[in-house]
C-alpha cells in the first residue's frame, strides 16, 4: 500500500529516522524526494541529529505538559488543604453534634464536587447503618431507603468501608 502510494504521488526517494525517548521508539521523522537516490548517508546523519532535536523537544513539551498539570493538581490540593483547615475551625467552634455533622456533610459534599453526600451511623442495637444526615439530592433519595431499612454491615459501599475500615471507589 505504501509503496503503490509513493509511485502515485511521484515519490522516488525517501529516509526515516526514529524518534527515540528514554522508553523507546515512539515515532519517525521522514522526508522524500521526487528525485529517484536523492539522499545519502550525510543526509540519514542530518536527519538523525534533526530526529534526535525533534525528540528532545517534544520531551520537554511532555515534561512542561505534565509540570503545567502537576502545578495545577498542587494548587488544587492546596486548596482543599485550607478548605479543610478552614472547616476544622469552622467545626470545632460548633457546639450542637447535629449541626456539627450537618455541615460535615455539605462540606464534604462542596468540596468533592459531589451531587450528594449522607453520613450513615451504626445502630448498635441492630448493629445496621441507619441515615444520619444528608446534603444534595441524590442523598435525599438514600436517605428514605436508609431511614426505614438501613445496611447491613457489609452491605453497599457504606457498609463495605465501616465494616473494613478502608475507604472504597
Given amino acids: 500500500g505504501a509503496d ?3 509511485r502515485n504521488v511521484g515519490i522516488r526517494s525517501g529516509i526515516a529516522a526514529p524518534l ?8 519517525a521523522l521522514t522526508v522524500l524526494s521526487g ?7 550525510e543526509h540519514a546523519t542530518l536527519l538523525e541529529g ?7 523537544s517534544l520531551a520537554n513539551a511532555r515534561l512542561l505538559s505534565a509540570l ?18 478552614e472547616i476544622g475551625g469552622r467545626l470545632t467552634a460548633v457546639g450542637n453534634p447535629e449541626e456539627l455533622l450537618r ?10 464536587g459531589a451531587d450528594g453526600s449522607r453520613i450513615d451511623l451504626l445502630d448498635e442495637t ?14 435525599e433519595a438514600d436517605a428514605r431507603l436508609l431511614r426505614d431499612r438501613g445496611l447491613e454491615m457489609g452491605e ?7 465494616q473494613t475500615g478502608k475507604t472504597a471507589l
Fill in 4 to 6: 503503490v502510494y509513493a
Fill in 20 to 27: 527515540i525517548s528514554e522508553s523507546g521508539p515512539f515515532g
Fill in 35 to 41: 528525485r529517484p537516490d536523492a539522499f545519502g548517508t
Fill in 50 to 56: 534533526i530526529a534526535a532535536q525533534v525528540a528532545i
Fill in 68 to 85: 503545567d498539570r502537576s502545578r495545577s493538581e498542587l494548587a488544587r490540593a492546596a486548596e482543599r488543604e485550607r478548605a479543610l483547615r
Fill in 103 to 112: 455541615r460535615i456533610v455539605a462540606e464534604a459534599r462542596r468540596l468533592v
Fill in 126 to 139: 441492630t448493629n445496621r447503618l441507619r441515615w444520619a444526615f444528608a446534603d444534595g439530592a441524590t442523598a
Fill in 156 to 162: 453497599g459501599v457504606a457498609g463495605l468501608v465501616a
